[in-house]
């Protein structure tokens, strides 16, 4: 069997190829949450049949944003605690169950139940956040240095082929539906997709329990601690020696406005398409397979990008990129151009998030990459909060403009979606400028300095 090695604290420890397998496994299955609740199938369902209207965009973003301060607000202590009890599985299970759950009661989310609708998505996406950061955090267990974006990138690409393979177990059921074939109510089909994709993430996961040993070891507590008050102290002593890692939290500010713009194009894409192009929902799942396969690429490529000239030069290409498919898809007139542009902003897309978290590995010293992921979820679903919310605001007062000049309500609710698309490349723009001034080598330098000085601290 082959075996790499990885550092964790100052033992050196070889990852099988089984387990690294568990650890793409578990990215191929949250995947297949990503691509049919918030991509192909849910997001477009909720806002225009759940809701309805330019109402259906302003709640699906207050939706998001709610999930996403959740998330923000315990992610660092959850993460400190899981890095010093050495629990980073025991929390993946915990929020990983919660995400598979609630994705299943998502089947009871009928046309005007609002408050189901959004409550389980809400708990759902808390589930598949929360979980994020401990599946991250094993990254840096299983992959030396080295080679720590190749391996972040192919567990993007593995992940991303999974959301494509639940895209086209679901798709048969839209079509024969869609067709008359299967004589079942509209709403039935699109809501069995949810209960399919809760199975086939819960999967999906099995093996990263059953393979994948935390080589991290709990450390003891001191006397009268718990470990609630130790990560609190942990964090507090982190926060006070913010400045040894200036370059870190550099990074984390301009992540939060640039990330802004990618869960924004990610969160409201079908919903464009619904709105602007007439799409149905046989139409959005294609369109996400289409995206999902050039994200494939994407990931492997800027996997191999990152070893070879960097994460800070790789990260800015795939957001150049991005700002390019933004523009792009304001003028859209049609759905063949907005395939046409979503292929393109999948590829960049994949590597502006798999080397997002690629950069964190690097940036983390070892023993603290739970805690590191923390604050990057924390930074992240923070300024998530502020983007979804932005976006679905903007296109409900746009569309509320609109009519009040005299446009249909049709008409108005498309314009407003046009303008909010500007909202997307102003935030990608705004983060790739903060991130010129990141200095990639002196943060890595930074991060090998400061685990070379707690020669004491566990994995």
Same mark, same amino acid.
């Given at each position: ?263 924004? $194009? &990610? ?5 464009? @398409? +619904? #709105? ?5 929902? !046989?139409?959005?799942?294609? /369109? ?27 990260? $800015? &290409? ?5 700002? @390019? +498919? #933004? ?5 859209? !007139?049609?759905?063949?151009? /907005? ?121």
């Amino acid at each position: 069997m082959t075996t790499r090695t990885a550092m964790t604290g100052d033992m050196r420890l070889a990852a099988t190829r089984k387990e690294r397998w568990a650890w793409y496994l578990y990215d191929f299955g949250n995947s297949a949450y990503a691509a049919v609740v918030l991509l192909a199938v849910y997001s477009a369902y909720f806002q225009g049949t759940v809701v309805g209207g330019a109402e259906g965009s302003r709640l699906w973003g207050l939706a998001v944003g709610i999930a996403m301060l959740v998330v923000a607000v315990t992610s660092p202590v959850l993460g400190a605690v899981a890095d010093y009890s050495g629990s980073k599985k025991q929390f993946l299970l915990f929020y990983t169950v919660m995400a598979v759950l609630f994705t299943a009661a998502l089947f009871f989310a009928k046309p005007g139940s609002v408050a189901i609708g959004m409550g389980f998505f809400i708990l759902a996406e808390i589930g598949y956040r929360s979980a994020q950061v401990f599946y991250n955090g094993l990254l840096p267990e299983i992959a030396a240095p080295e080679e720590i974006g190749r391996v972040s990138g192919n567990g993007w690409a593995i992940g991303t082929a999974g959301g494509v393979i639940c895209l086209l177990l679901v798709l048969p059921l839209i079509v024969l539906q869609q067709n008359g074939v299967i004589p079942l109510e509209g709403t039935l089909v699109v809501r069995l997709t949810l209960l399919i994709t809760a199975v086939f993430f819960a999967l999906s996961a099995i093996p990263i329990f059953l393979w994948l040993p935390e080589r991290a070891k709990g450390k003891v507590l001191p006397q009268g601690e718990t470990y609630l008050s130790v990560a609190l102290k942990q964090l507090r002593r982190t926060f006070s020696k913010a400045r040894s890692f200036k370059e870190f939290i550099k990074y984390m500010v301009a992540f939060l406005v640039y990330n802004d713009g990618v869960i924004m $194009a &990610l969160d409201f894409a079908a919903i464009i @398409g +619904a #709105v602007l192009f007439g799409m149905n929902q !046989q139409d959005l799942i294609i /369109f996400v397979i289409v995206v999902q396969i050039t994200n494939v690429f994407g990931a492997f490529a800027f996997g191999r990008w990152v070893d070879i000239i960097g994460g800070k030069h790789s990260l $800015a &290409l795939s957001i150049v990129i991005m700002v @390019g +498919a #933004v523009a792009a898809m304001f003028f859209a !007139q049609n759905s063949t151009q /907005f395939f046409m542009i979503g292929a393109v902003a999948g590829f960049a897309m994949a590597g502006t998030q798999s080397v997002s978290r690629t950069m964190v590995g690097m940036f983390a010293p070892a023993g603290q990459s739970a805690e590191f992921y923390g604050f990057f979820a924390m930074t992240g679903r923070t300024s998530s909060f502020i983007g979804p919310a932005v976006y679905g605001a903007l296109a409900f007062r746009a569309a509320q403009w609109y009519e009040r000049q005299g446009e249909t309500a049709v008409l108005a609710e498309q314009l407003g979606q046009r303008i909010a698309i500007l909202s997307i490349a102003a935030f990608l723009l705004v983060g790739l400028l903060l991130l010129v001034f990141v200095n990639e080598g002196k943060a890595r330098q930074t991060a090998t300095t400061s685990a070379a000085a707690a020669p004491d601290r566990q994995g």
